[in-house]
Every structure is written in C-alpha cells, then in structure tokens.
C-alpha cells in the first residue's frame, strides 16, 4: 500500500492533525462515545478504559458534552481507528482481531520489557528493494500463528507480550500503535 505525503502530519502521526486542537475545544457530543466504538466493536467497559473513565461516568453522567481532553483523546482514537482500517483495506473483523493480538513490535522497555540484547544488522539497500506485488497481511499473519502454534514454548518462558487495544490507554500508547501501522504501510509485517 502506498503512502500518500499528505497523509502524515508535521506532528509525525501518520494521519493529519490539523484541526483537532480546534474540535476538541468545541467538546464532542457524548454519542459520538458510541460511533467510534462501533467502528471495530469496542465494548462500553473497552471505551470507558480507553478513554480513562470509570464506564459509570462515560455512560450515566456525561449525558451532554464530553470535556476537552476526553474530546481530544476521542479525536485521536477516531483517527487511530480510521487509519488502522484504512491499513486493513477496510476489513473491520481483521482490524479486530489484530487489536486483540499479543505484538512483540509493543514490547518496549517502557512496559517493562528487556531492551533487545542481539546486535541489529541492516541489509544492504540492493538488498531491500522488492518488484513482487504488496503481501497479504490476512495470509502472512495467518502464517505467523501457525509457525508460533508449531513452536514449542514453555509456558514460564512465553513473554506476555502487550495487545494494540492493551496500550490504548495512553496517548503515548496510540503513538506506537500508530507507528506499527505506519511500519505496515511500508510493507514492515508487524
């Protein structure tokens, strides 16, 4: 999938920013709480936590405008999504799953995670470069659980690795889950 240069932002999300300072300040209705949950199946207990609420206070108490930074953190998850399924041609029930999958591209020291311990060794850039067509991601991550299932792991030595949705919880959490959709983009299978 090609990458458009209008769709990234000055600000390095890999989608455009430029008004969501402005409509986060108009405060969004909180039905819009709904719309965006619907867009990959997010329960009310997901959104809730997502958004850093308890569910009672989402659901019961905020019956008008949401603030402004539950607007801003909306926006952003509106976008997120709106991105990860344009990634996902579309595909709302693989954008679901994948949301729900353990990615070892999340595990950061921030989370707890040992920084990697082997020596990164790029390719030669005659190396890189590809003619064959974009991969299929349903198929390649299809591949990818069938060679982890063959696999045999101990379960004391398996990492709990964190899941896109895990890390949603913060802004910084949206941002590396942007940038695996961005590795995506660029044909990096994450």
């Not at 300040?25 to 958004?51: N, S, Y």
């Not at 905020?62 to 998850?77: C, F, K, Y």
């Not at 390719?123 to 470069?129: A, D, I, S, V």
Request: charged share 20%; hydrophobic share 40%.
């Amino acid at each position: 999938m090609a990458v458009s240069p209008e769709s990234h932002s000055a600000s390095g999300w890999g989608f455009p920013t430029n008004d969501l300072i402005l409509q986060a300040r108009r405060k969004l209705p909180r039905a819009q709480v709904d719309q965006i949950a619907a867009l990959v199946g997010l329960t009310k207990k997901e959104m809730a936590r997502i958004l850093g609420v308890t569910e009672r206070n989402l659901y019961n108490q905020h019956q008008g405008d949401l603030s402004v930074p539950l607007s801003e953190r909306l926006l952003l998850l509106e976008k997120l999504f709106n991105h990860g399924l344009t990634v996902f041609d579309g595909q709302q029930s693989a954008f679901y799953e994948w949301l729900r999958t353990p990615l070892a591209e999340l595990a950061t020291p921030e989370l707890g995670f040992a920084a990697p311990t082997t020596q990164y060794t790029p390719k030669p850039m005659t190396e890189m470069g590809t003619k064959q067509a974009p991969p299929d991601l349903l198929a390649a991550a299809e591949a990818r659980r069938e060679r982890l299932a063959q696999r045999p792991v101990a379960v004391a030595d398996k990492p709990a690795y964190p899941t896109p949705l895990s890390i949603l919880d913060t802004i910084t959490g949206y941002k590396l889950v942007d940038n695996v959709f961005i590795r995506i983009e660029a044909g990096v299978f994450s």
